[in-house]
């Protein structure tokens, strides 16, 4: 079996998915208690790495992602793939599981 090299540029997600590099979780609460890694919430705010060309229409035409690469989104909690390259973490999700983007 041959091994496989991904990194973010060879990822290129497929019709309306949405490849996101997840923001990284808070490590102590508001009080100043650290959090041990178990206690850890998932995040839910990252930034937009690659998006695909958009979903096809019933007609056949592709329509528009509303999304663009560089924006920051925040999506739903148990929503998409976790993918780890390296050291960094990435969610690959639809584009109907971004609830919002954040300014």
């Known amino acids: 079996m041959a091994a ?3 990194s973010v ?3 290129k997600p497929l ?3 949405v490849f996101v590099k997840v923001s990284a979780s808070e490590e102590k609460t508001a ?3 650290y959090l041990p890694d178990t206690a850890k919430e998932k995040p839910q705010v990252g930034e937009v790495v ?3 060309p958009g979903r096809r229409g019933d007609d056949g035409s592709r329509q528009e992602m509303e999304i663009k690469v560089g924006d920051k989104v925040l999506y739903s909690k148990y929503a998409g793939t976790d993918i780890k390259l390296g050291t960094e973490e990435y969610v690959l999700l639809s584009e ?3 609830l919002a983007v954040v300014s």
């Open 31 to 33: 009080g100043g208690l």
């Open 15 to 17: 019709a309306d998915r």
């Open 96 to 98: 109907k599981d971004i």
């Open 4 to 6: 496989v090299s991904l």
């Open 9 to 11: 540029s060879t990822v």
């Open 50 to 52: 690659a998006i695909g």
